[in-house]
T-cell receptor
Framework: SQTIHQWPATLVQPVGSPLSLECTVE??????LYWYRQAAGRGLQLLFY??????ISSEVPQNLSASRPQDRQFILSSKKLLLSDSGFYLC????????????FGSGTRLTVV | QKEVEQNSGPLSVPEGAIASLNCTYS??????FFWYRQYSGKSPELIMF????GDKEDGRFTAQLNKASQYVSLLIRDSQPSDSATYLC??????????????FGAGTQVVVTP
């Protein structure tokens, strides 16, 4: 069966510090991968998605970047965090079948102080 | 801009009653429809999907789809306190510019009161 791992679960970082969040998927190959952010009490905002190694599409221009160095690994990064980067970050994966939904990781709660 | 609209709630439902959640979408090319449940502080989990017009039942959950009206709903029968969560509607479109990405609504908060 497929599983998705996301870490760390919580993170408190000072403004201006770098960020690296990692997500890995097991039990499938060539998944579509996504990074979402959810601000407190708000909906899901798609940040990045990837259909293959090295293929990253950005939905919202911002202080973040994403990379996919391996087929089942997706990394979200920032060189300098802003207060506005605080939120709940979710990684998700899906198959290439549009009839399938997304499966989300457990999320990382980031607080920038 | 393709949109998925939900009432934000909170929707207060007595224990044992039926919770009715509504979702409308703007893209007529939408083909797949999903309901996710998100407990406070947790990630969303898929609870229902529906592709065809009509009703689809799974345990206490029933999803209803009306493509002509661009409307999808979720019914929760015999609501339990454990059903208290935010329910997200998600829609998948086949139009090329959306690539098949899910469009999420902002969610409806459901509170089941004992």
């Amino acid at each position: 069966s497929q599983t998705i791992h996301q870490w760390p679960a919580t993170l408190v970082q000072p403004v201006g510090s770098p960020l690296s969040l990692e997500c890995t998927v097991e039990g499938t190959s060539n998944p579509n991968l996504y990074w979402y952010r959810q601000a407190a009490g708000r909906g899901l905002q798609l940040l990045f998605y990837s259909v293959g190694i090295g293929q990253i599409s950005s939905e919202v221009p911002q202080n973040l970047s994403a990379s996919r160095p391996q087929d089942r690994q997706f990394i979200l990064s920032s060189k300098k965090l802003l207060l506005s980067d605080s939120g709940f970050y979710l990684c998700a994966w899906s198959t290439n079948y549009r009839e399938d939904g997304y499966t989300f990781g457990s999320g990382t709660r980031l607080t920038v102080v | 801009q393709k949109e998925v609209e939900q009432n934000s709630g909170p929707l207060s439902v007595p224990e044992g009653a039926i919770a009715s959640l509504n979702c409308t979408y703007s893209d007529r090319g939408s083909q797949s429809f999903f309901w996710y449940r998100q407990y406070s502080g947790k990630s969303p989990e898929l609870i229902m999907f529906i592709y065809s017009n009509g009703d689809k039942e799974d345990g206490r959950f029933t999803a209803q789809l009306n493509k002509a009206s661009q409307y999808v709903s979720l019914l929760i029968r015999d609501s339990q306190p454990s059903d208290s969560a935010t329910y997200l509607c998600a829609v998948n479109s086949l139009t090329t510019d959306s690539w098949g990405k899910l469009q999420f609504g902002a969610g409806t908060q459901v509170v089941v009161t004992p």
